[in-house]
């Protein structure tokens, strides 16, 4: 669609709908929350043997890097005792990520630079591992293999 067409189409009002701003949104009777992580982290059980992970009782660390993770590997059941999360991660700055070669910030556990500090952890650690933002990648540390 080209320039003038997307201005036409978003000059237009829209129809079966009005938008609200937030505040007034989640007040209004139709609004509801949904908590989508519990359901996700519950179902984990059906496809890894999260006992067996409880049960082996290993020390673990976490990083999600700042992403969309974050508050699922919190509330990973077997998780939730035996593991070490940065919770710097937290911070809009994203002052808790080392900088890549290039002195830019990349949240890609595939980058030496940003998996800097959970590689610093490996002698603590059995298994640590981090995730980019989206969590469709990973990155694994061992005290054997950093």
Not at 41 to 50: A, Q, S, W
Not at 53 to 69: E, F, H, M, S, Y
Not at 135 to 140: K, L, S, T, V
């Amino acid at each position: 669609m080209g320039g003038e067409a997307r201005q036409r189409v978003a000059a237009q009002p829209q129809r079966g709908g009005c938008a609200r701003p937030f505040a007034e949104a989640i007040r209004v009777r139709t609004t509801h929350t949904q908590d989508f992580v519990l359901p996700y982290v519950e179902d984990l059980r059906h496809v890894i043997d999260m006992d067996a992970i409880r049960d082996a009782r290993l020390a673990l660390a976490v990083d999600p890097l700042g992403g969309a993770a974050v508050h699922y590997w919190s509330r990973s059941t077997p998780l939730r005792t035996r593991h070490h999360r940065r919770e710097s991660h937290r911070r809009s700055d994203f002052s808790f990520m080392t900088v890549d070669h290039d002195g830019k910030i990349r949240m890609d556990c595939s980058s030496p630079y940003a998996m800097e500090r959970l590689v610093g952890l490996k002698d603590r650690y059995r298994v640590a591992f981090a995730n980019d933002p989206d969590a469709d990648r990973h990155g694994i540390v061992t005290p054997s293999a950093g």
